[in-house]
T-cell receptor, first 111, second 111 residues
Framework: NAGVTQTPKFQVLKTGQSMTLQCAQD?????MSWYRQDPGMGLRLIHY???????DQGEVPNGYNVSRSTTEDFPLRLLSAAPSQTSVYFC??????????FGPGTRLTVT | SQKIEQNSEALNIQEGKTATLTCNYT??????LQWYRQDPGRGPVFLLL?????KEKRKERLKVTFDTTLKQSLFHITASQPADSATYLC??????????FGQGTTLQVKP
């Protein structure tokens, strides 16, 4: 099993550009989520999904969109990048909302 | 608002000693608490989960306690080793079922 994979590992965007962070898991987990991690702030939930076709907002959803067309994939879209979105982004999946399996992260810089 | 707090100051201890990390929660009663380990540049890795009706849980050199009166969880690593050096994150279920993370405590074990 590859577990949770994320691409790209690093990305630099200019303010106003859009992009999609990819996340995939091969564990057949229904529950998937996106977090951002900033120094001193811990992990903050952006969006999550409890199954294909179902998504909901987390703590910091503004400026981000998600969709879940398959069980395996949960992409995160930045609509118009802003410097405040400079962060490390982690995707996670779980079987039962409890033990979370995290991907390796995407380090995003917005200039 | 629902909050989880961990000591943001790094914990430095000598090899062989017991490390004790603290996680406090306020304004809610989580059904469970989780502990994760995070190494630099990597995603968090799940270690232990303890439910509100459990006072203590152990896994090898790790021990977690859950005190609902003090609204606190303690995470112990006995016979600590330099390889235990990492950031440890506490997380809990919120009233809405979403996971809330603390900001993490960095542990440095010196040989």
């Amino acid at each position: 099993n590859a577990g949770v994979t994320q691409t790209p590992k690093f990305q630099v965007l200019k303010t106003g550009q859009s992009m999609t962070l990819q996340c995939a898991q091969d564990m057949n987990h229904e529950y998937m989520s996106w977090y951002r991690q900033d120094p001193g702030m811990g992990l903050r939930l952006i969006h999550y999904s409890v199954g294909a076709g179902i998504t909901d907002q987390g703590e910091v959803p503004n400026g981000y969109n998600v969709s879940r067309s398959t069980t395996e994939d949960f992409p995160l879209r930045l609509l118009s990048a802003a410097p405040s979105q400079t962060s490390v982004y982690f995707c996670a999946s779980s079987y039962d909302r409890e033990e979370q399996y995290f991907g390796p992260g995407t380090r995003l810089t917005v200039t | 608002s629902q909050k989880i707090e961990q000591n943001s100051e790094a914990l430095n201890i000598q090899e062989g000693k017991t490390a004790t990390l603290t996680c406090n929660y306020t304004n809610y009663s989580p059904a469970y608490l989780q502990w994760y380990r995070q190494d630099p540049g990597r995603g968090p890795v799940f270690l232990l989960l303890i439910r509100e009706n459990e006072k203590e849980k152990r896994k090898e050199r790790l021990k977690v306690t859950f005190d609902t009166t003090l609204k606190q969880s303690l995470f112990h690593i006995t016979a600590s080793q330099p390889a235990d050096s990492a950031t440890y994150l506490c997380a809990s279920s919120s009233n809405t079922g979403k996971l809330i993370f603390g900001q993490g405590t960095t542990l440095q074990v010196k040989p």
